[in-house]
């Protein structure tokens, strides 16, 4: 009988000749905590490793991603104010704002990707404006395009919608259009499960809401066709690259999409997933590198093109070290 893979595997020259999914320092995107204030690093320790820095303690960071290579940063913000209109996301001199430009300053090279959303600005926690019945869908979009607007004037490269309300990306295309920012590229949380997995991220960034949950406006991870109509809408509304959120156990979502549409998909793998691993490992019980080498393949072997995680900098030196 004809066995047709029977050596491929066995010769290393052959396996890496054969090979087919492959991870790349320039597929990362690590999430950057910035608080304002001065000479703040606070480890979340529900995130052992990872930090909320004040942008005075930020360039050690940027050098250290510098010489990993990674190139490109996700920022969320830590105001010192919240109010019921989270009007310190939109402010011009706000944390998000004056970080994108010390980034720049300090990094010009360094791709800068801002999250869209009001959850860590409002009074309330909730994603949008609200009233006794809840987000205000149609009013929150005009205060998401005056984010997206304010982080575009500060330089940022791409902005990054997850406040999941209808017709968001529409207006904050509309908004950047209007206002010259033709070539800023919007990277839609598209498929944003409401998910357990976001629990850690919350103590990290302040956000947990006050009341209630997000399930009005996040995705039921009982139905599997909102993702295709989700993706479908955010596309024809000018989304250039889309997310699903979580990564790990949302495969299936990622290889749909991959298999639907033809556009640059991001697997965030998110702070549960980070905490779950890091608990694991600091225990003994797992070993971290392997664990997260496999699972960032299998994001990539699902089909995903860019990789957001807090093991960026992790992932960066295993690819070294495994050269
Ligand atoms: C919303 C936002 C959240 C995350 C990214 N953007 C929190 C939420 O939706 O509740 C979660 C990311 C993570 O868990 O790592 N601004």
Redesign the pocket.
């Known amino acids: 009988m004809f066995k047709r893979h029977r050596n491929l595997r066995k010769t290393t020259g052959i396996r890496k000749l054969v090979r087919d999914v492959y991870i790349s320092v320039d597929d990362l995107v690590y999430?950057l905590f910035l608080e304002e204030g001065t000479g703040i690093k606070t480890e979340i320790s529900s995130m052992p490793g990872q930090y909320r820095l004040s942008l005075d303690m930020l360039d050690e960071e940027l050098n250290i991603l510098n010489e990993l290579g990674i190139n490109s940063v996700l920022l969320?913000g830590i105001p010192l104010e919240k109010d019921s209109f989270g009007k310190e996301a939109y402010n011009d001199i706000g944390i998000v704002q004056e970080g994108i430009k010390h980034i720049k300053r300090h990094s010009p090279n360094m791709l800068v990707i801002t999250?869209?959303?009001?959850?860590?600005y409002t009074s309330h926690g909730h994603?949008g404006i609200i009233d006794e019945s809840g987000v205000i869908n149609d009013i929150t979009i005009e205060y998401m395009a005056k984010i997206a607007l304010s982080h575009a004037k500060a330089g940022a490269d791409i902005v990054a919608p997850?406040?999941?309300m209808d017709g968001r990306i529409k207006a904050i295309r509309e908004i950047l259009d209007e206002n010259g920012f033709e070539e800023l590229a919007i990277m839609s949380?598209s498929v944003?499960y409401a998910?357990s997995?976001?629990?850690?991220?919350?103590e990290?960034?302040n956000?947990?809401?006050a009341y209630g949950d997000?399930k009005q406006y996040?995705m039921d991870y009982r139905f599997s066709i909102d993702a295709i109509s989700e993706v479908r809408s955010d596309i024809e509304e000018g989304a250039d690259i889309v997310i699903v959120?979580?990564a790990l156990s949302y495969l299936d979502v990622i290889k749909k999409i991959k298999d639907t549409f033809e556009v640059p998909i991001v697997a965030?793998?998110?702070?549960?997933?980070?905490s779950m691993i890091k608990a694991g490992s600091l225990n003994g019980w797992i070993d971290e590198k392997n664990i997260v080498m496999e699972k960032t393949y299998a994001l990539k072997r699902a089909g995903a093109n860019i990789i957001?995680t807090?093991f960026a900098k992790d992932i960066a030196r295993y690819l070294r070290e495994d050269k």
């Open positions: 999430p969320f999250d869209v959303c009001m959850c860590e994603c997850s406040d999941m949380y944003k998910s997995f976001y629990g850690p991220f919350r990290a960034a956000s947990a809401p997000r996040q959120k979580p965030y793998s998110v702070s549960g997933e980070y957001i807090y």
